[in-house]
């Protein structure tokens, strides 16, 4: 299974940006996916996470109100909608898919990752 990630870029606070993320190589229906992200200098933190079905969701705290997954579940995408970005979500975004059929925020629970897309919000 090969994930790939695309939307990042640069854009400026108060902005907005879409990631997606895609999978080929067998469905990910019944798995849970989830981005994490990974600033420079720090370790890679949970921002989201969808259940299979996607009527479960789980956020960090730092990104509620403003980010929003979904994922289109026949073609195993994920979407990352980010609204109102911060200079403090600069970071390689990665995609990554759950062992399991929920979204964990645990790195261990996911086998497949995605490349990583950069995002920079410029104050």
């Known amino acids: 299974v090969q994930l790939q990630a695309s939307g990042g870029g640069l854009v400026q606070a108060g902005g907005s940006l879409r990631l997606s993320c895609g999978a080929s190589?067998?469905?990910?229906?019944?798995?849970?996916m989830a981005w994490f992200r990974q600033a420079p200098g720090k370790e890679r933190e949970f921002v989201v996470g969808v259940g299979w079905s996607g009527g479960s969701t789980d956020y960090a705290d730092s990104v509620k109100g403003r980010f929003t997954i979904s994922r289109e579940k026949a073609a195993s995408t994920v979407y990352l909608q980010m609204n109102s970005l911060k200079p403090e979500d600069t970071a390689v975004y990665y995609c990554?898919?759950?062992?399991?059929?929920?979204?964990?925020?645990?790195?261990?629970?996911?086998?497949?990752w995605g490349q990583g897309t950069l995002v920079t919000v410029s104050s």
């Open positions: 190589g067998r469905t990910l229906s019944n798995n849970g």
């Open positions: 990554a898919a759950s062992k399991w059929g929920g979204a964990s925020r645990l790195l261990n629970d996911y086998n497949y």
